[in-house]
Nanobody, 121 residues
């Protein structure tokens, strides 16, 4: 059983910052890619940022230069540092983690419960 617990969302004024965290626990052998997605009301879920097992990040154009994704292997945690927030960043943010539950097992992805980020103008 694998669980992901997200934290760090909230209400912030435009130009402010927030840091999201997503901690994984349970029966985990190893981690592959990790990422963050978001879904605004009435819109489809979209990719925000991903990071490979080797630490290489990838960002949506809309957040480049403002958001930073990172991971801490010792804590089984992925982070999203969000700076210079804009009202259009308002959404529910979800973490997504790819992992193996055993050696030689299949890569399986898990989703966090979602955390609300609201940016006021």
């Amino acid at each position: 059983q694998v669980q992901l617990v997200e934290s760090g969302g909230g209400l912030v004024q435009a130009g402010g910052s927030l840091r999201l965290s997503c901690a994984a626990s349970g029966s985990i052998f190893s981690f592959n890619a990790m990422g963050w997605y978001r879904q605004a009301p009435g819109k489809q879920r979209e990719l925000v940022a991903t990071i490979t097992s080797g630490g290489r990040p990838n960002y949506a154009d809309s957040v480049k230069g403002r958001f930073t994704i990172s991971r801490d292997g010792a804590k089984n945690t992925v982070y999203l540092q969000m700076n210079s927030l804009k009202p259009e960043d308002t959404a529910v943010y979800y973490c997504n983690i790819h992992l193996l539950v055993r050696m030689g097992g299949l890569d399986t992805d898990y989703w966090g419960q979602g955390t609300q980020v609201t940016v006021s103008s």
